[in-house]
């Protein structure tokens, strides 16, 4: 693998710098909440925040699992669950005033649910607090568990979101030893049966040393468990005990990929360097599409 790549140009982050980023910064630290902006360092928390938007990342900042390519601290128990957290969370969606929140969370291993019934609290809170809040949650594999991903569909999230990482070849070098290729396809393949009506989504990351036709039977696989939304995106390593960058993929390949997701069915692919799986441009899609669907 190379591990000295020189980043183009064009992967360059603007630096935080509006009263609207600094608004949301310092309500999330004044409630003691978690985004997964800032955990994971995303490089477009400072376009999304200074827009109104923010990732959460509930049930705290550390990770049962240690994935090689996540700069999200690990151990093998994680943090004490805050039971007003859901509470916490819906009053700073109400005050930012957002329409669309993105939940995520950490692997939480270590709990009886594997944080399954705190995701659908967080979903149930906010329909309460504030009713015409569309929600995605970005959930973890809960080991396939068939309960575990029931109780957060029967909350009813808009978007049902787990991202399969990389292609099948590359997952035992990126991910968790718990974590694998079919277990995700699984977990996807689950949710959509659970509820037709939930949109899911899934994310791939590029850069790690993957083929161009592994990524495309990638899509293929998604798609056929029924995968309606997906993102790619440029791996960039956060610290030099993470895996080294293979690749810094070309701004033409993104647009292929993107245009090969769409040719393939799914209904929005969202493909480019700075791209994440809550990347906010999926988020005005998913609003449009639920608008659509109301007025049918």
Request: glycine content about 6%; hydrophobic content about 35%; overall charge neutral.
């Amino acid at each position: 693998m190379i591990s000295n790549l020189g980043k183009p140009q064009w992967l360059k982050i603007r630096p935080p710098n509006t009263e609207s980023f600094n608004s949301i910064k310092d309500t999330i630290a004044k409630l003691k909440l978690h985004t997964v902006c800032q955990e994971a360092h995303c490089p477009n928390m400072s376009e999304c925040w200074s827009g109104g938007t923010a990732t959460f990342m509930v049930m705290g900042g550390t990770c049962t699992r240690g994935c090689r390519f996540c700069s999200v601290e690990s151990a093998a128990k994680g943090e004490t669950l805050d039971p007003i957290e859901p509470k916490k969370l819906a009053y700073a969606v109400k005050e930012f005033g957002l329409d669309y929140v993105v939940i995520t969370s950490v692997d939480r291993d270590d709990l009886s649910d594997q944080g399954a019934g705190h995701f659908a609290k967080c979903i149930e809170t906010l329909r309460e607090l504030v009713p015409n809040v569309l929600v995605e949650v970005l959930t973890p594999d809960f080991r396939g568990d068939f309960d575990c991903i029931k109780t957060v569909i029967d909350a009813q999230p808009t978007v049902f979101a787990h991202n399969i990482e990389t292609v099948k070849r590359l997952q035992k070098y990126a991910r968790d030893p718990r974590a694998n290729y079919e277990q995700s396809l699984k977990v996807l393949k689950t949710a959509k049966e659970l509820n037709s009506e939930i949109f899911t989504k899934s994310s791939i990351i590029v850069g790690f040393g993957e083929k161009e036709e592994e990524v495309i039977e990638t899509m293929k696989d998604l798609r056929a468990v029924g995968v309606d939304i997906l993102t790619i995106g440029q791996y960039l390593r956060p610290s030099d005990w993470h895996l080294p960058v293979s690749e810094y993929v070309s701004l033409e390949k993104f647009k292929f990929y993107e245009q090969k997701g769409l040719e393939l069915g799914f209904k929005y692919v969202a493909s480019g360097p700075f791209v994440r799986s809550s990347y906010k441009a999926g988020e005005l899609f998913v609003k449009n599409l639920v608008k659509r669907n109301e007025s049918e």
